[in-house]
């Protein structure tokens, strides 16, 4: 199970491997099995499948525009035909990288290109909100508990409920049976409170709004209430 979730999920400092022909389609150019890699270490397996000399450089620096003919790199030593290199590049940035071949004339001719590298994906807050039913009983506690998590972890978020009424305006839910708005509030992994609904709500379609801001992300949960007597 593990070895599928981090197959479908490289995790940084990945290591992906990369086949490399060059000389192929035409004997000015390269072709790659994949065009983009995540973040961490690519190992090129480069063959020269050309009639002439070929090498493989790969740029340091992440670039804008196309790719150019010569570059501050790493690449392979010159590949004789029906030879091959191999060629262990480290990517700590993500952008668009160029690559070519060094011999003279042959990157001007085509035998350059990019490749991208991915940047790690940013891990997703999950937000839950479980609550005692749509049709809570007018002055009776009516309970309900926000969960936040990130990757499947408990995670330190703040909470912000407010119950909006059939016109659009927002009410603010006190915390308990305090007077204190659960405005910002901070907690972590877990928030259980109640809601007493007065009895002018009753047979009023309202919604509890639920925001969460964890992990620099924002979820928003709508639960509809009618208050019933
Ligand atoms: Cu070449």
Known sequence: MLLLL????PAPGATTHVSVVAGKPSEFRFTLSRTSVPIGTAIFSV???????????VCTRPL????????TGTGTTTIAPGGTAQLRVSFRRA???AYLCTLPGHAAAGMKGIL????????ALAVALSASGHRPKVGSRWRYTVRASVSGRAVAARLTVVI???TGATHPVQRGTSKRNVTNW??????SDFVVWPASARGVPLELRVVVKA????KTISYRVTPRS
């Open 116 to 123: 991208t590298v991915r940047g790690a994906p940013a891990p």
């Open 64 to 71: 804008a525009g196309s790719a150019p003919n010569a570059c």
């Open 95 to 97: 952008g668009r990288y």
């Open 164 to 166: 909006v009424d059939p």
């Open 6 to 9: 981090v197959a479908s999920a």
């Open 186 to 191: 901070p907690f972590h992994g877990t928030f």
């Open 215 to 218: 992990a620099g992300k924002t």
């Open 47 to 57: 063959a020269n499948h050309g009639t002439i000399p070929h090498d493989f450089k």
